[in-house]
């Protein structure tokens, strides 16, 4: 029976919910209300009878101390009631697990056809507010239409007995499923199919695709399995291979880069290989920590003897910019299947995120899908649920403000997994499947969630981008999978394991055949979330929590032993066979019937032509006007702008101390709120050695070069992690690129040359300074295609691009996590040294920005110089001589020193005229300068002699002194007071707060 059950909390109790509601209403639209509650709906179509529904009523769903709950409606005493639900198909994560729990309560198992369905009643009272705003507050805070529906209803139409109804989103089958045969008898026929169905084919792909349909040899062996015309799940496995998502054709491509200025000319030959591939391969021979590189899922390092550290990290920007919530979590929980997906299994032990949106105040003529506060606020609550409720500590992240990223967002996320070094006397990171193994699928079910989502992420954000590739993650479920499936790794009984990401089973399928040399798979085995789904939509859906594995038959009983121990749905669906071919069936019939050397031949390389023009050619210069009067009222401003202000707000509602492992915190200080350059971790508790994470972003150094931009992102992120007492020789890092479209085209794209010539010069980069320092690239993701297409305030189309964007996140081991050092000052008396040449090199900065400038000196990065200055440090901070440990970056010395001191709660005192530079001495370039390689140290009076004789020929000096009297005192070049200003005040610009 359908029934419908309404949980509130008690009138007399605080309904935070209800409160931030309010809050949102009043921030977002300046609009008044007073009163706002929340009831919770569970709708179930399940078979119970009222006695079970009561029980479950009162057992399972109500806490008789602070709720109560009905069979009927509970509304009452409102103006507006707004409900909010999932639509059909939308992963339903909280009506699963009621589910779940009814069953246990009833111990008895739930039949396919059985359902629980979750959503909410507003209820706003003492408000002005008319039924449009109602609409609006629907529409823009509380419901997606993509995912969501809603419905409005004033306190007069509302119907005491009836409530909102008994709604149930159940999907109803409109029809059988089925296998089409397409004819494709031209290019411009498969080019026009492509566009039909969101293949996303490249032009210069089609004339190959056809060419092997047409083949006599292909003809004849598909004749034997019944096909003769290409069937339309082959043309979606195709198209997901070949995606620029899963194939990274971007990065394969051919690029003729030509310097317009110098006519310097180069044909570069697959930028993989030449920039990632190559300097990785060479350093990877002469480290022995790296353990696997640039093939699996994740890269693996070596962490100690007995233990192996696994490190990934990649975006999911489009599912996010039409999502927020279901996109970023959909993201993090993605992520995290590429530790467990890696070699034979890993447990995860963290996660980072990285947030590049729309100003948050953004009151512009463009119209974003979702305006960015209320876009940022859903990322933000999609990763914390997903690191939060699957046990995972979210460690730290970046979050970046620019118009540019209004067309589409960019949403970071990253991983980092724990494996043994041997299963079974196995190399953990070591998997292969083999002829005669079973495919087994173990997780989720599958839906129509996430349909097209590589194909959709390889094109630019419009409004006709298809909705169906937002997913909602479940990190309930996957939490179980992940436990189920290291018992399993242990025992031995995996062979081969991956997870289903992009194209879902088409792409961990279609890509773990080719080491098996094919595979069978009948896709009417595998479970659905309900039925109607045709063939092609089962093969490439990306419906979560779902991992692909190889089990040998002796050990199947075994495995689905413990996967029922687990409560995890697990399914055989096919055998790996050495035929050369992927071939898939429905219903014992053929659907699909490819060579697995098509994946890998015949399709041409995608070709570039990349031009680039400097910063001075095109115009940029740097700014002439006078110092400033006001250096602290600066100061002041710049600690309050959007990036670099306080981000406590999203950092709290992160879980990083679950599993008890963090040793250096991401917020440290007196009062645990100022971020530290990186973090530690003890992966393996007990044990003295631990892992330092970092990660950083610079894209506004790439509005002059993103040569620049990649060198000082991988310096500044060295510098962080030796900051808190890592290892220059071990740090492994993950380069993430994320560019606007580089295919030229006159009309749509005219600047596509010149995007190309700063995505080459960005590998450059990667490839000079990984040499450099010795930094293998561990793992690494491209995603191209950050641009939008949005509607102005009169209807006209606007084309917007993002920044080219480059996030590095890096690690290194930490020889004894009680030698870790943080950034706050403290002892008064301590000395501050600054370490490392100042320049002229406010390009790009956030000094800069804030009177609307960029410049043209961007920082430089000197490896050279720097290895030296790198090595000392460490070897210092091996010694115990500094007390405090500070990379010097964005914002430059000013904002750095003002952090260590309001850290620690103490006072600075600095003298500009003592810090080491090769510019012109204005106090302003000296306080807010970006220059790379530079370190804020306190060291202790009685080390201090050790310390100079340390740095004895390197650029350091003694530029002040920790205070006991908690301010920043700053004397200028020519000796006089620049400003006095009270730590208290500089934290709460920082902060956000009012001054008195």
Wanted: net charge negative; with cysteine; aromatic share 8%.
């Amino acid at each position: 029976m359908i029934a419908r059950l309404e949980i509130a909390l008690k009138p007399d109790l605080f309904d935070a919910e209800g409160a931030s509601l309010r809050r949102k209403v009043k921030d977002y639209f300046g609009w008044h209300v007073g009163g706002a509650r929340v009831v919770k709906i569970l709708t179930f179509d399940a078979r119970l009878n009222r006695y079970e529904l009561e029980a479950v009523r009162n057992e399972i769903f109500t806490n008789p101390v602070s709720q109560v709950s009905s069979f009927r409606p509970l509304a009452e005493a409102f103006d507006w009631a707004v409900w909010v639900g999932l639509r059909p198909g939308v992963r339903d994560t909280a009506g699963s697990v009621a589910l779940e729990a009814v069953s246990d309560f009833l111990q008895r198992p739930m039949a396919d056809d059985e359902a629980a369905y979750t959503s909410k009643l507003y209820l706003l009272s003492d408000t002005a507010l008319d039924r449009t705003q109602v609409e609006t507050v629907a529409r823009e805070l509380l419901a997606n239409d993509i995912i969501q529906h809603w419905r409005v209803f004033s306190r007069s139409d509302w119907d005491l007995e009836a409530g909102v109804g008994m709604i149930v989103p159940k999907v109803m089958p409109a029809h059988e499923p089925r296998v089409a045969e397409i004819p494709i008898p031209s290019d411009e026929a498969l080019r026009a199919l492509s566009e039909e169905r969101n293949l996303a084919l490249n032009p210069r792909d089609i004339p190959v695709i056809r060419g092997y349909f047409l083949r006599e040899s292909v003809l004849q062996e598909r004749r034997r399995v019944g096909l003769s015309l290409p069937t339309d799940v082959e043309l979606e496995t195709i198209s997901q291979a070949r995606s620029d998502h899963c194939n990274h054709n971007t990065f394969r491509g051919k690029f003729h880069y030509r310097d317009l200025d110098t006519e310097e000319t180069e044909v570069i030959d697959n930028l993989f290989k030449t920039c990632i591939q190559s300097p990785t391969l060479q350093i990877k021979e002469k480290k022995d920590w790296v353990v696997s590189v640039l093939w699996d899922n994740a890269g693996v390092a070596r962490l100690d003897d007995d233990h192996l550290y696994v490190i990934t990290g990649e975006t999911h920007n489009s599912p996010s910019n039409m999502e927020a919530y279901g996109g970023a979590l959909t993201g993090i929980v993605g992520v995290y299947r590429d530790p467990m997906g890696t070699g034979k299994g890993s447990r995860l032990i963290a996660g980072l995120y990285g947030y590049c949106v729309g100003p948050r105040d953004y009151a512009g003529p463009l119209r974003p899908h979702l305006h960015p506060r209320r876009l940022l606020d859903g990322v933000v609550e999609g990763v914390r649920d997903g690191g939060n409720k699957h046990g995972v500590p979210t460690v730290m992240g970046n979050l970046l403000y620019h118009p540019s990223y209004l067309g589409k967002c960019l949403v970071f996320v990253a991983a980092i997994g724990l494996m043994p070094r041997f299963v079974k006397g196995e190399p953990a990171e070591q998997k292969r499947p083999n002829p005669g193994d079973l495919i087994i699928m173990s997780g989720g079910r599958v839906g129509k969630d996430g349909i097209h989502g590589v194909t959709a992420s390889s094109e630019s954000y419009s409004e006709s981008t298809p909705a169906g590739h937002v997913q909602i993650g479940d990190p309930y479920t996957q939490k179980k999978m992940h436990d189920f499936l290291l018992e399993a790794r242990d025992e031995g009984l995996i062979t081969f394991i991956t997870d289903n990401g992009g194209g879902g089973l088409s792409s961990s399928v279609g890509e773990s055949a080719h080491f098996a040399g094919g595979a069978r798979v009948e896709l009417d085995r595998v479970p659905l979330k309900y039925e109607g789904l045709d063939v092609w939509e089962i093969w490439v859906s990306e419906s979560q929590e779902r991992m692909t594995l190889a089990v040998r038959p002796e050990h199947l009983d075994r495995f689905m032993e413990l996967s029922r121990l687990h409560e995890v749905e697990s399914t055989v669906i096919g055998r790996y066979e050495a035929t050369g071919k992927l071939h898939l069936l429905y219903r014992e019939k053929t659907c699909a019937y490819l060579d697995l050397s098509f994946f890998a031949e015949d399709f041409p390389q995608w070709e570039f032509e990349a031009q680039w023009r400097g910063p001075k050619t095109r115009g940029l210069s740097e700014p002439v006007f006078s110092e400033p009067e006001d250096p602290a009222g600066i100061l002041h401003r710049l600690l309050a702008s959007p990036n670099l202000c306080s981000r406590e707000w999203i950092q709290r509602q992160y879980d990083h101390e679950v599993q008890g492992t963090s040793v250096v915190k991401f917020l440290v200080g007196r009062n645990r709120d100022v971020p530290n350059d990186a973090v530690v971790l003890r992966p393996v508790l007990g044990s003295s050695r631990g892992l330092a994470v970092t990660q950083t972003l610079h894209p506004l150094y790439g509005i002059i070069d993103t040569y620049a931009m990649v060198a000082a992102t991988i310096d500044e992120s060295v510098r962080r992690l030796l900051a808190v007492g890592g290892r220059l020789d071990e740090i492994g890092g993950v380069d993430n690129f994320c560019w606007p479209n580089i295919q030229y085209d006159p009309e749509t794209n005219p600047d596509g040359r010149y995007k190309a010539a700063q995505l080459v010069r960005a590998n450059r980069a990667l490839r000079d300074l990984c040499l450099a320092y010795e930094i293998p690239l561990l793992s690494g993701k491209d995603s191209m295609y950050v641009d939008g297409y949005l509607r102005g305030r009169f209807g006209e189309r606007h084309k917007v691009s993002g920044l080219p964007t480059f996030q590095f996140t890096a690690t290194t081991t930490v020889e004894d996590i009680r030698r870790c050092l943080t950034l706050e000052a403290k002892h008064p008396g301590d000395l501050v040294y600054l370490l490392g040449v100042t320049r002229d090199e406010l390009g790009g900065s956030e000094y800069y920005d804030l009177f609307s400038y960029v410049g043209l000196n961007v920082p430089k990065v000197d490896p050279s110089a720097a290895r030296d200055l790198y090595w000392t440090l460490e070897e210092a901070v091996r010694r115990e001589l500094p007390a405090s440990c500070r990379a010097v970056g964005k914002g430059g010395l000013a904002i750095h020193a003002a952090m260590v001191a309001f850290a620690g709660n103490l006072g600075l005192a600095l003298d500009l005229a003592a810090v080491p530079a090769d510019c012109s001495h204005r106090n302003d370039t000296l306080l807010f300068s970006e220059s790379a390689g530079r370190f804020l140290v306190t060291v202790p009076p009685e080390r201090r002699m050790d310390f100079e004789a340390i740095f004895r020929g390197l650029p350091f000096a003694c530029v002040g002194k920790v205070m006991e009297d908690p301010r920043l005192t700053v004397r200028g070049v020519e000796g006089a007071v620049l400003f006095e200003e009270p730590i208290s005040r500089l934290r709460a610009s920082w902060q956000g707060l009012r001054q008195g």
